[in-house]
């Protein structure tokens, strides 16, 4: 029974150990996938401020077409005044042409703000740019170690699945089931050790005389207030 306690108990770890790999395994697609959703907000952020940029240098080039055009009349209008006959019709001219230069002033002064605001927006976007750099580079450092995590996570994985396939033949079956049974039922711990008289699956009292016993490791020993399998690992006791 020693022996076979023994290899239980081992089984017990690679289990504990299983279960704690599968964790990692579990949480590394979602802290990867936390990450992807970083990049593509830092990306989106960056778009919508080139989309900015760009809307805004549409409007200007749309505001110096319609600027040309409107110059492009004044010099017709200007071009008119040899051809026309009477003060009246002059006069009406030189209002149109003024009305046309003011129009023009205003429309130079709203193209130079848009400008400016172009710039002021180019700046920060050159600047931002420079900061998103920096995170996705970072990002990526974090995704490369995640991926390296679950490479070595799946090759701890596949040991302990291997070893475990080895215990599994090497204890007897009626142990296997009683262990598994009772693994199923206590939180994925069937066998405890036993320190200082008590229980670390429950953490309360043995009785002294089973203490004594459970330190021979020479019989099925089970918690009498947990119900589980009860080891004694005099190494991790005196530790």
Not at 135 to 155: D, N, P, S, W, Y
Not at 183 to 198: A, H, L
């Amino acid at each position: 029974m020693k022996d076979q306690l023994k290899l239980l108990w081992e089984l017990q770890k690679i289990d504990l150990e299983l279960k704690s790999i599968k964790e990692e395994k579990d949480r590394h697609p979602k802290e990867i996938k936390k990450l992807d959703e970083r990049q593509r907000i830092e990306k989106e952020r960056i778009q919508k401020e080139r989309e900015k940029v760009e809307s805004l240098e549409k409007t200007r080039r749309q505001k110096e077409a319609h600027l040309s055009a409107e110059q492009e009349k004044i010099k017709r209008a200007e071009g008119r005044m040899s051809e026309v006959k009477t003060n009246k019709e002059y006069q009406a001219l030189l209002t149109e042409i003024d009305a046309l230069k003011e129009a023009n002033s205003r429309m130079e002064e709203e193209i130079l703000q848009v400008m400016d605001e172009i710039d002021e927006l180019k700046k920060d976007l050159s600047k931002r740019e420079k900061e998103m750099g920096g995170i996705l580079e970072k990002i990526e450092g974090e995704r490369k170690k995640l991926q390296e995590k679950m490479v070595l996570g799946e090759k701890a994985w596949n040991e302990r699945m291997e070893r475990r396939e080895v215990l599994s033949k090497q204890i007897e079956s009626k142990l296997v089931k009683l262990y598994t049974t009772l693994k199923e039922k206590r939180q994925g711990v069937g066998v405890v050790s036993v320190k200082s008289e008590t229980c670390q699956g429950c953490f309360v009292h043995v009785p002294p005389q089973m203490f004594i016993e459970v330190q021979k490791n020479d019989a099925l020993i089970r918690c009498p207030h947990c119900n589980r399998i009860l080891y004694w690992d005099g190494d991790r006791d005196r530790k």
